[in-house]
Protein backbone atom coordinates (compact mmCIF):
# COMPACT_ATOMS: atom_id res chain seq x y z
CA UNK A 1 0.00 0.00 0.00
CA UNK A 2 1.42 3.42 -0.96
CA UNK A 3 1.59 6.61 1.13
CA UNK A 4 -1.52 8.17 -1.20
CA UNK A 5 -3.76 4.97 0.17
CA UNK A 6 -2.30 4.81 3.91
CA UNK A 7 -4.15 6.07 7.46
CA UNK A 8 -1.88 8.61 7.52
CA UNK A 9 -3.36 9.92 4.28
CA UNK A 10 -6.31 9.03 5.39
CA UNK A 11 -6.47 11.03 8.37
CA UNK A 12 -4.54 13.97 6.91
CA UNK A 13 -7.70 14.25 4.24
CA UNK A 14 -10.18 14.44 6.52
CA UNK A 15 -8.40 17.69 8.18
CA UNK A 16 -8.37 18.96 4.37
CA UNK A 17 -12.11 18.52 4.23
CA UNK A 18 -12.62 20.45 7.57
CA UNK A 19 -10.24 22.71 6.81
CA UNK A 20 -11.18 23.33 3.53
CA UNK A 21 -7.86 23.60 2.00
CA UNK A 22 -5.36 21.43 1.26
CA UNK A 23 -2.19 21.04 4.15
CA UNK A 24 1.54 20.96 2.97
CA UNK A 25 2.35 17.12 2.88
CA UNK A 26 5.73 16.08 4.69
CA UNK A 27 6.40 19.92 5.67
CA UNK A 28 10.32 21.03 6.45
CA UNK A 29 10.87 24.06 8.68
CA UNK A 30 14.61 25.30 8.93
CA UNK A 31 14.38 25.01 12.71
CA UNK A 32 13.17 21.50 12.92
CA UNK A 33 16.21 19.07 13.20
CA UNK A 34 17.64 15.75 13.50
CA UNK A 35 20.48 14.92 15.23
CA UNK A 36 23.88 15.39 13.15
CA UNK A 37 25.92 12.78 11.25
CA UNK A 38 29.55 11.67 11.91
CA UNK A 39 29.65 14.77 8.93
CA UNK A 40 28.10 17.15 11.17
CA UNK A 41 24.99 17.03 8.71
CA UNK A 42 21.36 17.66 9.50
CA UNK A 43 18.07 16.97 7.90
CA UNK A 44 15.49 18.35 8.83
CA UNK A 45 12.61 16.71 9.90
CA UNK A 46 9.24 16.31 8.26
CA UNK A 47 5.90 16.81 10.10
CA UNK A 48 2.87 15.15 8.05
CA UNK A 49 0.92 17.65 7.44
CA UNK A 50 1.17 22.25 7.73
CA UNK A 51 -1.17 24.32 6.95
CA UNK A 52 0.60 28.11 7.54
CA UNK A 53 -2.84 29.85 7.14
CA UNK A 54 -3.69 28.69 10.21
CA UNK A 55 -0.35 28.13 11.79
CA UNK A 56 -1.60 24.62 12.30
CA UNK A 57 0.17 21.56 12.07
CA UNK A 58 -1.07 17.96 12.29
CA UNK A 59 0.68 14.76 13.07
CA UNK A 60 -1.11 11.33 12.63
CA UNK A 61 1.34 9.11 15.19
CA UNK A 62 0.27 5.25 14.12
CA UNK A 63 0.46 3.04 17.10
CA UNK A 64 4.63 2.04 16.46
CA UNK A 65 4.99 6.07 17.85
CA UNK A 66 3.47 4.72 21.07
CA UNK A 67 4.61 1.33 21.90
CA UNK A 68 7.60 -0.94 20.73
CA UNK A 69 7.00 -3.05 17.22
CA UNK A 70 10.38 -4.80 16.19
CA UNK A 71 9.13 -4.30 12.40
CA UNK A 72 9.26 -0.70 12.79
CA UNK A 73 12.05 -0.46 15.31
CA UNK A 74 14.54 -2.18 14.08
CA UNK A 75 16.08 -3.09 17.27
CA UNK A 76 19.61 -4.23 16.07
CA UNK A 77 20.66 -0.95 13.99
CA UNK A 78 21.72 2.05 15.67
CA UNK A 79 20.84 5.51 13.76
CA UNK A 80 23.12 8.35 13.92
CA UNK A 81 21.58 9.41 17.58
CA UNK A 82 22.93 6.36 19.13
CA UNK A 83 19.91 4.42 19.97
CA UNK A 84 17.56 2.33 17.54
CA UNK A 85 15.12 3.82 15.29
CA UNK A 86 12.71 3.50 18.11
CA UNK A 87 13.77 5.08 20.54
CA UNK A 88 15.18 7.92 18.03
CA UNK A 89 11.51 7.80 16.68
CA UNK A 90 10.39 9.03 20.29
CA UNK A 91 13.12 11.69 20.50
CA UNK A 92 12.01 13.06 17.27
CA UNK A 93 8.27 13.37 18.25
CA UNK A 94 9.46 14.65 21.70
CA UNK A 95 11.50 16.91 19.69
CA UNK A 96 8.58 18.52 17.60
CA UNK A 97 6.52 18.79 20.47
CA UNK A 98 8.34 21.29 22.19
CA UNK A 99 9.48 23.23 19.02
CA UNK A 100 6.25 23.57 17.27
CA UNK A 101 4.54 24.84 19.92
CA UNK A 102 7.41 27.18 21.02
CA UNK A 103 7.50 28.24 17.60
CA UNK A 104 3.63 29.87 18.07
CA UNK A 105 2.14 27.25 15.77
CA UNK A 106 -0.99 24.67 16.93
CA UNK A 107 -0.16 21.49 16.57
CA UNK A 108 -2.41 18.28 16.96
CA UNK A 109 -1.36 14.69 17.47
CA UNK A 110 -4.20 11.79 16.23
CA UNK A 111 -3.41 8.54 17.01
CA UNK A 112 -5.73 5.42 16.26
CA UNK A 113 -7.52 5.37 19.49
CA UNK A 114 -8.87 8.83 18.43
CA UNK A 115 -11.30 7.31 15.13
CA UNK A 116 -12.87 3.95 14.90
CA UNK A 117 -9.29 1.39 14.98
CA UNK A 118 -8.67 -2.03 15.74
CA UNK A 119 -6.56 -2.96 18.93
CA UNK A 120 -3.81 -2.97 16.30
CA UNK A 121 -4.62 0.63 15.11
CA UNK A 122 -6.02 -0.51 11.92
CA UNK A 123 -8.70 2.53 10.55
CA UNK A 124 -11.85 0.86 9.96
CA UNK A 125 -12.48 4.72 7.84
CA UNK A 126 -16.01 5.06 9.44
CA UNK A 127 -15.91 8.47 7.66
CA UNK A 128 -18.54 10.41 9.21
CA UNK A 129 -17.67 8.88 12.89
CA UNK A 130 -14.40 9.61 11.98
CA UNK A 131 -14.79 13.41 10.52
CA UNK A 132 -16.55 14.56 13.55
CA UNK A 133 -13.43 13.19 15.46
CA UNK A 134 -11.29 15.14 13.70
CA UNK A 135 -13.24 18.25 13.47
CA UNK A 136 -13.63 17.99 17.58
CA UNK A 137 -9.55 17.43 17.53
CA UNK A 138 -9.01 20.63 15.17
CA UNK A 139 -11.43 22.59 16.99
CA UNK A 140 -10.18 22.44 20.31
CA UNK A 141 -6.33 24.02 18.62
CA UNK A 142 -8.18 26.19 16.61
CA UNK A 143 -11.24 27.79 18.58
CA UNK A 144 -10.45 31.77 18.09
CA UNK A 145 -10.24 31.19 14.04
CA UNK A 146 -14.06 31.97 12.98
CA UNK A 147 -13.26 35.08 10.52
CA UNK A 148 -10.70 36.17 8.29
CA UNK A 149 -9.42 39.30 10.73
CA UNK A 150 -9.25 36.27 13.66
CA UNK A 151 -7.35 34.73 11.02
CA UNK A 152 -5.05 37.85 11.27
CA UNK A 153 -5.00 38.37 14.53
CA UNK A 154 -3.87 34.92 14.82
CA UNK A 155 -0.88 34.84 13.24
CA UNK A 156 0.54 37.77 14.14
CA UNK A 157 0.13 37.28 17.69
CA UNK A 158 2.08 33.73 16.79
CA UNK A 159 4.88 36.04 15.21
CA UNK A 160 5.17 38.54 17.89
CA UNK A 161 5.74 35.34 20.00
CA UNK A 162 8.51 33.92 17.66
CA UNK A 163 9.88 37.56 17.75
CA UNK A 164 10.19 37.59 21.57
CA UNK A 165 7.12 39.65 22.34
CA UNK A 166 4.38 38.85 24.97
CA UNK A 167 0.99 38.58 23.96
CA UNK A 168 -1.03 40.32 26.82
CA UNK A 169 -4.63 41.12 27.49
CA UNK A 170 -5.31 44.38 25.87
CA UNK A 171 -5.91 48.14 28.40
CA UNK A 172 -8.74 48.95 26.18
CA UNK A 173 -11.31 45.84 25.85
CA UNK A 174 -11.66 47.46 22.30
CA UNK A 175 -8.12 46.89 21.11
CA UNK A 176 -6.96 43.59 19.03
CA UNK A 177 -3.38 42.71 20.06
CA UNK A 178 -1.29 44.08 23.01
CA UNK A 179 2.44 43.09 23.76
CA UNK A 180 5.45 43.90 25.87
CA UNK A 181 8.88 42.99 25.37
CA UNK A 182 11.82 44.29 26.89
CA UNK A 183 10.13 47.15 28.59
CA UNK A 184 8.39 48.20 25.44
CA UNK A 185 4.72 48.10 24.87
CA UNK A 186 2.99 47.20 21.08
CA UNK A 187 -0.45 48.14 20.21
CA UNK A 188 -2.14 46.56 17.24
CA UNK A 189 -5.48 47.28 15.30
CA UNK A 190 -6.14 44.57 12.74
CA UNK A 191 -8.54 44.19 9.75
CA UNK A 192 -9.20 41.17 7.60
CA UNK A 193 -10.31 40.47 3.80
CA UNK A 194 -13.30 42.85 3.07
CA UNK A 195 -15.11 44.43 0.08
CA UNK A 196 -14.23 47.79 1.46
CA UNK A 197 -10.62 47.67 1.97
CA UNK A 198 -9.67 51.28 2.01
CA UNK A 199 -12.53 52.05 4.43
CA UNK A 200 -11.26 49.40 7.17
CA UNK A 201 -8.19 49.90 7.26
CA UNK A 202 -9.12 53.75 7.69
CA UNK A 203 -10.91 52.92 10.81
CA UNK A 204 -8.32 51.06 11.77
CA UNK A 205 -5.80 54.51 11.94
CA UNK A 206 -8.43 55.69 13.75
CA UNK A 207 -9.16 53.08 16.55
CA UNK A 208 -5.43 53.21 16.83
CA UNK A 209 -5.62 57.20 16.97
CA UNK A 210 -8.11 57.02 19.92
CA UNK A 211 -5.71 54.61 21.87
CA UNK A 212 -3.08 56.50 21.81
CA UNK A 213 -3.65 57.91 25.01
CA UNK A 214 0.57 57.54 26.53
CA UNK A 215 2.93 60.41 25.30
CA UNK A 216 5.31 57.19 26.22
CA UNK A 217 8.12 56.49 23.51
CA UNK A 218 8.33 52.81 24.58
CA UNK A 219 4.69 52.70 23.29
CA UNK A 220 4.25 51.95 19.39
CA UNK A 221 1.41 50.71 17.36
CA UNK A 222 0.40 48.57 14.74
CA UNK A 223 -1.77 48.51 11.42
CA UNK A 224 -2.08 44.77 10.76
CA UNK A 225 -3.55 43.90 7.31
CA UNK A 226 -3.99 40.91 5.02
CA UNK A 227 -2.21 41.23 1.36
CA UNK A 228 -4.97 42.76 -0.74
CA UNK A 229 -5.20 45.79 2.17
CA UNK A 230 -1.53 46.86 1.86
CA UNK A 231 -1.98 49.28 -0.25
CA UNK A 232 -4.71 51.28 1.31
CA UNK A 233 -2.76 51.17 4.22
CA UNK A 234 0.36 52.75 2.66
CA UNK A 235 -2.09 55.92 1.82
CA UNK A 236 -1.19 57.28 4.86
CA UNK A 237 2.38 58.94 4.54
CA UNK A 238 5.01 57.47 5.84
CA UNK A 239 6.24 60.79 7.84
CA UNK A 240 2.89 60.82 9.41
CA UNK A 241 3.47 56.88 10.65
CA UNK A 242 6.84 57.52 11.77
CA UNK A 243 5.61 60.60 13.32
CA UNK A 244 3.02 58.40 15.55
CA UNK A 245 4.69 55.72 15.97
CA UNK A 246 2.61 53.39 13.84
CA UNK A 247 4.01 50.29 11.53
CA UNK A 248 2.18 48.32 9.02
CA UNK A 249 2.56 44.74 9.14
CA UNK A 250 1.23 42.22 6.17
CA UNK A 251 -0.23 39.02 6.58
CA UNK A 252 -0.06 36.73 3.55
CA UNK A 253 -2.71 33.82 2.93
CA UNK A 254 0.11 31.71 3.93
CA UNK A 255 0.10 33.42 7.72
CA UNK A 256 3.51 34.50 7.13
CA UNK A 257 4.15 38.12 9.23
CA UNK A 258 6.17 41.00 7.10
CA UNK A 259 6.94 44.41 8.30
CA UNK A 260 5.92 46.87 5.51
CA UNK A 261 8.76 49.18 4.40
CA UNK A 262 7.85 52.61 3.85
Not at 106 to 126: E, F, M, T
Not at 185 to 198: F, I
Request: charged fraction near 30%.
Amino acid sequence: MGRQDSDEAYVLGLCDEVLAERGKRQHRFDWLLGDPSQSGRQVKLPVDSYWPRYGLVVEYREVQHDRPVAFFDKPDRLTISGVHRGEQRVLYDERRDILIPRKGLDLVVIRPADLAADDRGRLYRNREADLTAVRGLLAAARPRITSDEDRVVDAFRRWLRSEGWTPISPTDDHTDIEAVRDGNRLVGEAKGRTQEPGTDVDIAYGQLLRRMTASSPDTRYAVVVPTPAVWHAQRVPAAVRRALRIEVYEVTDQGEVQSVAD
